[in-house]
């Protein structure tokens, strides 16, 4: 009897069919389970705890960091790594908490958000926060904390606050006698505000002076000075510490140049310290720092 040729070749087919079958199988879920899953972001894991504090009727929010990720705030850009959004939200009109100053929140740490004439800011200065918040309309609002990259929502918490209304009586903060120059670097200088028995001033009492450039007399008014933003962490702490650090510095011209007065003073203009600062213009930076009064 003569062979069935074609049933073999059918075989033979079919075979090449399984595998190229699976072939395609394999490749499918590999590329589901790689090709995917490497396209997906991460939101940061973080874990918010959050208290209202209403020192003298001007309240604001401390938010703790009580675990996980290093979060840069409020920035873009992958190379800032796993970056959030905080937002306050308040009779449906969503707003940014813009940072005072770039800052990364890691655990254990608090920030605090306050409001301002230019909207809700955020600091890690609590001083700063009692003496630059203007306080805020009462109602309920909520504060979320938004992923940046994958727009996740990833803290949520709502409120109701009092409002402009009164609060306790702060225990007036002594007044302090003198604003003295402790050290300087290459972009920052740090002052001790003392009491007049020579004591730290405690700049954390409800009610606290909190230095700042005098308007005119700043380092960004020098003529030799294209920019300069003041950032002051702290302001003042509960040591008498306050440090003063100049971020996107750019100085016109090459060698050095005195630029003089910068005066520091206090937010009630009742102290001051005159001081005078030698600049490295090629290099952006700060070379030397005299008090002249």
């Known amino acids: 009897m003569k062979p069935n040729t074609n049933d073999a070749v059918s075989q033979v087919i079919g075979v090449f069919l399984m595998i190229a079958l699976v072939s395609v199988f394999a490749i499918v879920i590999y590329s589901s389970i790689y090709g995917l899953t490497s396209t997906v972001v991460q939101p940061p894991f ?8 209403d020192p003298d009727g001007t309240p604001y929010i401390e938010l703790r960091h009580k675990g996980g990720d290093i979060t840069p705030l409020n920035t873009t850009g992958a190379e800032q790594g796993k970056a959030l959004d905080l937002f ?16 990364n929140w890691g655990p254990g740490e608090s920030i605090f958000l306050f409001n301002t004439p230019d909207g809700p800011r955020l600091t890690k200065d609590r001083v700063v926060a009692i003496n630059s918040g203007i306080g805020c309309a009462p109602g309920e609002r909520s504060i979320t904390a938004v992923d940046v990259a994958s727009q996740l929502l990833v803290f949520m918490e709502h409120m109701a606050v009092q409002g402009l209304q009164p609060g306790p009586v702060p225990t007036p903060a002594p007044i302090p006698e003198e604003i003295e120059l402790v050290s300087y670097t290459q972009t920052s200088i740090t002052f001790q505000v ?3 028995d020579g004591t730290p001033y405690d700049g954390s009492l409800p009610g606290a002076i909190f230095l ?9 008014d020098q003529g030799v000075v294209t920019s ?3 950032v002051w962490n702290p302001n003042i702490n509960s040591n008498g510490i306050a440090t003063l650090t100049y971020t996107n510095r750019n100085f016109a011209g090459v060698g050095t ?3 003089t007065p910068i005066i520091i003073e206090s937010n009630d203009g009742g102290k001051e310290i005159i001081l005078q600062l030698l600049l490295q213009l090629n290099q952006n930076w700060i070379q030397e720092v005299e008090v002249t009064g």
Request: aromatic share 0%; hydrophobic share 45%.
């Open 46 to 53: 973080i874990a918010i705890e959050s208290e209202l504090h």
């Open 88 to 103: 306050v939200t308040l009779q449906g009109q969503r707003v940014r908490a813009v940072p005072l100053a770039p800052m």
């Open 194 to 196: 003392n009491n007049p």
């Open 212 to 220: 700042r450039e005098r308007p005119g007399n700043r380092l960004v």
């Open 228 to 230: 300069a933003d003041a």
């Open 257 to 259: 140049a005195v630029v």
